[in-house]
């Protein structure tokens, strides 16, 4: 089946620009995280999503990131006033449920850029 | 809150010698330990993963070890290939509802 889709996969903006970033996990996974990973650095958490459950917000790192899912479905990452130092590669990736032992299926990512 | 330690950062192997990788934890809850290989431009892609109630897994030239006495996890390749090259990450987890924690990654370089 289909894995995990990210789009787009490159997105250039300007600084100060709003951009929503879009995740398609794999079909029946309850479970949805988005990572950040700066060039050549390793994979930072951002939120998760379980199910019907409330997200789990604990690594954004402002206030200007936000991330909604429908449902078990898609998910967007929502960066406002975006800075030179949100850039990176913004990672999405699903299991079949939260449980700390399960296989995380990771996207191809958006890579990000601010000017 | 989980902290994962790397070691080394970058790693460069002979063809055909073998790499160790090296993580440690904080959490002594922490249970089930993954690692994945991330090739460039590529996604991470889950290679091996070793579960506390067991010490060491192999899957034919990896193998992960685990001792959670002194709270640490290893990753062995052995007869390395050009093809492992790569970024490896570990990471560790609590069962239950709690996201991954990630080591900020070794880059294996085998040299042909």
């Known amino acids: 089946g289909a894995g995990v889709s990210q789009s787009p996969s490159n997105k250039v903006t300007e600084k100060g620009k709003d951009v929503e970033l879009r995740c398609d996990p794999i079909?029946?996974?309850?479970?949805l995280y988005w990572y950040r990973q700066r060039l050549g650095q390793g994979l930072e958490f951002l939120i998760y999503?379980?199910?019907?459950?409330?997200?789990?917000k604990s690594g954004l790192p402002s206030d200007r990131f936000s991330a909604e899912r429908t449902g078990e479905s898609v998910s967007t990452l929502t960066i406002q006033r975006t800075q030179q130092e949100d850039s990176a590669v913004y990672l999405c990736?699903?299991?079949?449920?939260?449980?700390?032992?399960?296989?995380?299926?990771f996207g191809p990512g958006t890579r990000l850029l601010v000017l | 809150g989980e902290n994962v330690e790397q070691h080394p950062s970058t790693l460069s192997v002979q063809e055909g010698d073998s790499a160790v990788i090296k993580c440690t934890y904080s959490?002594?809850?922490?249970?089930?330990f993954p690692w994945y290989k991330q090739e460039l431009g590529k996604r991470p892609q889950l290679i091996i993963d070793?579960?506390?109630?067991?010490g060491e897994k192999k899957d034919q030239r990896i193998a992960v070890t685990l001792n959670k006495t002194a709270k640490h996890f290893s990753l062995h390749i052995t007869e390395t290939q050009p093809e492992d090259s790569a970024v490896y990450f570990c990471?560790?987890?609590?069962?239950?509802?709690?996201?991954?924690?990630f080591g900020k990654g070794t880059r294996l370089s085998v040299i042909a």
């Open positions: 990736a699903s299991s079949r449920n939260a449980g700390g032992q399960e296989t995380q299926y």
């Open positions: 079909s029946g996974h309850t479970a």
């Open positions: 999503f379980q199910g019907n459950s409330a997200p789990d």
């Open positions: 959490d002594s809850a922490s249970n089930y």
């Open positions: 070793i579960r506390s109630n067991v």
């Open positions: 990471a560790a987890s609590i069962e239950g509802n709690t996201p991954l924690v």
